[in-house]
Every structure is written in C-alpha cells, then in structure tokens.
C-alpha cells in the first residue's frame, strides 16, 4: 500500500525566498504523482503532474521533480509571493491510477 | 463550464439523519472518488468507482454508501448521519491514462 508523506508540515518564509518542498513515497512504481494547492477553506487546485517517465515539470515559477528509485518529489517554488500561501499536497495514485493517496501536506506561509 | 460539480456547499445535519451528497461531472471521466479531509488526518478515500455500475470501497467506508448509474452522476449517500461524519467531503474524477485529477469545490458537512 503506497504511503506518502510530506516534510515539513509547516513553513513559514520571508517574501523572495525560492523553497522547496518535499514529498516521499514508499512504492517507487509510482504512476504519476501530482501536485495540489488548497487554500483555507477552498477546494484542491492541481498545480502540476509528473508522469512516471519524466523527471520534471515546469509552470511558471513552479518546478516540480521526481525521482522514482529515491521515492522522493520536490516542489520548487521561484521567488516566493505572500499569494503562495496555502496548503501544499502530493499524491500518487494506486497501480490502475484510480484512487489517490495523499500526503498530510505542507502549510506555507509567505511573509510581506 | 466543465469541471466537478458538488452540491450542497454547506449543510448540517442531526444526528441520524440522512442525505445525499451530489457530484457531478461533464468530462466524461470514468473514474470518480469521494475523499473526506479531516484535521490532522488529510485525505482519505471513501468510495470511488471505476465506471457506470461499478463501484468499490476505499479506507473510510462505513456509515457510506454510493451508486453510479450514470458516467456523470456518483452520489454519495449518508444513512444514518454521526458526528463522526463530520468533515469537508470532495468529490474528484479522471480518466484512464490521464492528466491527473479534477476535484469540486466540496461539501462542509456538521452533524450535531
């Protein structure tokens, strides 16, 4: 049963700063992981999603990697805007790509 | 505007009550999934179903049931509701090699 988890829980950076944040999963054969973004009391908005074949995705200021023999995938956010706080979540779906399993997500917060 | 429809946005209910929360979607996916999300606990998958007539049980399933006699329409239906039960639920689909996943806006559900 994949299982992932997300590190830090909480993070909290000045304006400007690029971040990173890590999520790690137990089954390497992964079929994608995909990135969310959930801010207080809002729904899921999906950020980015990496295909088990690829290493990267780009989306403006974000950047997200994935490397499966490690079981790790980072999300790269350039140049950080109070705007970028939120919740940041991963998850991988299950072998026939149809049911998720999420991470307890990273809360950002991005002081002015 | 295409996407995931979920209905109500809010509700309470008291305890042992029953009600249906709706999901509805107009990309023709055929995988749909409810999710609860709790504090401290993240995601967790209740029901998802695979295509119209099918569906199967996820980590959370007691006190839940669900149908799906449409591709569009996968209901998610609370028999005798508990304040366990209280929680934002989301509704989410795709499709088979897909682009990831859409997610409504979800349901705020109190039982008291």
């Known amino acids: 049963k994949q299982e992932v988890t997300q590190i830090p829980a909480a993070l909290s950076v000045p304006e400007g700063e690029n971040l990173v944040l890590n999520c790690s999963f137990t089954?390497?054969?992964?079929?994608?992981l995909q990135w969310f973004r959930q801010d207080p009391g809002k729904g899921l908005t999906s950020l980015l999603l990496?295909?088990?074949?690829?290493r990267e995705q780009t989306s403006g200021r974000l950047n997200a990697s994935l490397d499966k023999s490690s079981g790790r995938s980072t999300l790269y956010i350039a140049a950080s805007q109070p705007g970028d706080s939120a919740t940041y979540l991963c998850a991988s779906p299950g072998e026939a790509g149809n049911m998720l399993t999420f991470g307890g997500g990273t809360r950002l917060m991005v002081k002015p | 505007n295409a996407g995931v429809t979920q209905t109500p946005k809010f509700q309470v209910l008291k305890t042992g009550q029953s009600m249906t929360l709706q999901c509805a979607q107009d990309?023709?996916?055929?995988?749909m999934s409810w999710y609860r999300q709790d504090p401290g606990m993240g995601l967790r998958l209740i029901h998802y179903?695979?295509?119209?007539?099918?569906?199967d049980q996820g980590e959370v399933p007691n006190g839940y049931n669900v149908s799906r006699s449409t591709t569009e329409d996968f209901p998610l239906r609370l028999l005798s509701a508990a304040p366990s039960q209280t929680s934002v639920y989301f509704c989410?689909?795709?499709?088979?090699?897909?682009?990831?996943?859409?997610f409504g806006s979800g349901t705020r559900l109190t039982v008291v």
């Open positions: 179903s695979v295509g119209a007539g099918i569906t």
């Open positions: 990496i295909q088990s074949s690829q």
């Open positions: 990309m023709n996916h055929e995988y």
């Open positions: 989410a689909s795709t499709f088979q090699g897909s682009v990831g996943y859409t």
């Open positions: 089954d390497s054969a992964i079929y994608n």
